[in-house]
C-alpha cells in the first residue's frame, strides 16, 4: 500500500513536540529565582561574631552592616566610607521604613568604629539597631 502525500504530511506532523509549555515553564522559573534572589541580603564581607548565650533571632532585617577586623564597613556588597554611613541608611531605610539594622562586628573590629556606625543608624532615623553575634 501506498500512502498519499497528504496522510504522509499528517503523520510527520503528528510526530513532532510542541515545546510552547515547557519553555513557558522555564520562563516562569527563571522570573521566580530572579525575583527571591533579590531578596537576599548580604553586607559584603565575612566577619568572626562574638559568641553570645542570649542571643534572639532577628525579623524584618532589611540593613546588614559588617565592620571588618581592619576596620573596613561594608553595606550591600559595597566598602563604605565612615562619613558615608549615615546617608546610605537613610536611603535603604527609605526603601523600607519597617526593616531594621543589623551590625555584624568582626571579635578584632574596634569598638569605637561598632559605636560610630550605631550612632550613624540612630542619627538616620533607625532605633531598631542590634549587634549580631553567634550562639554558645
Known amino acids: 500500500?501506498?500512502?498519499n502525500g497528504r496522510n504522509a504530511a499528517a503523520d510527520e506532523d503528528a510526530s513532532e513536540i510542541d515545546l510552547t509549555p515547557m519553555l513557558d515553564v522555564v520562563f516562569i522559573m527563571l522570573i521566580f529565582f530572579i525575583v527571591t534572589a533579590?531578596?537576599?541580603?548580604?553586607?559584603?564581607?565575612?566577619?568572626?561574631r562574638p559568641e553570645a548565650?542570649?542571643?534572639d533571632q532577628k525579623k524584618n532585617?532589611?540593613?546588614?552592616?559588617?565592620?571588618?577586623?581592619?576596620?573596613?564597613i561594608?553595606?550591600?556588597n559595597r566598602r563604605i566610607d565612615q562619613r558615608a554611613v549615615?546617608?546610605?541608611?537613610?536611603r535603604m531605610h527609605a526603601e523600607n521604613p519597617k526593616g531594621a539594622v543589623v551590625v555584624q562586628a568582626d571579635n578584632e573590629s574596634s569598638t569605637e568604629t561598632?559605636?560610630?556606625?550605631?550612632?550613624?543608624?540612630?542619627?538616620?532615623?533607625?532605633?531598631?539597631?542590634?549587634?549580631?553575634?553567634?550562639?554558645?
Not at 549615615?86 to 537613610?90: A, G, K, L, M
Not at 561598632?114 to 554558645?136: F, H, K, Q
Request: net charge negative; no cysteine; hydrophobic share 45%.
Open 86 to 90: 549615615r546617608s546610605v541608611i537613610e
Open 114 to 136: 561598632v559605636v560610630s556606625v550605631i550612632d550613624s543608624a540612630r542619627s538616620a532615623g533607625v532605633y531598631d539597631v542590634s549587634l549580631a553575634t553567634e550562639n554558645d
Open 74 to 76: 561594608w553595606i550591600d
Open 38 to 48: 533579590s531578596f537576599i541580603k548580604e553586607a559584603g564581607i565575612e566577619v568572626n
Open 1 to 3: 500500500m501506498r500512502r
Open 53 to 55: 548565650s542570649t542571643a
Open 61 to 72: 532585617v532589611n540593613i546588614l552592616v559588617a565592620v571588618s577586623a581592619t576596620n573596613e
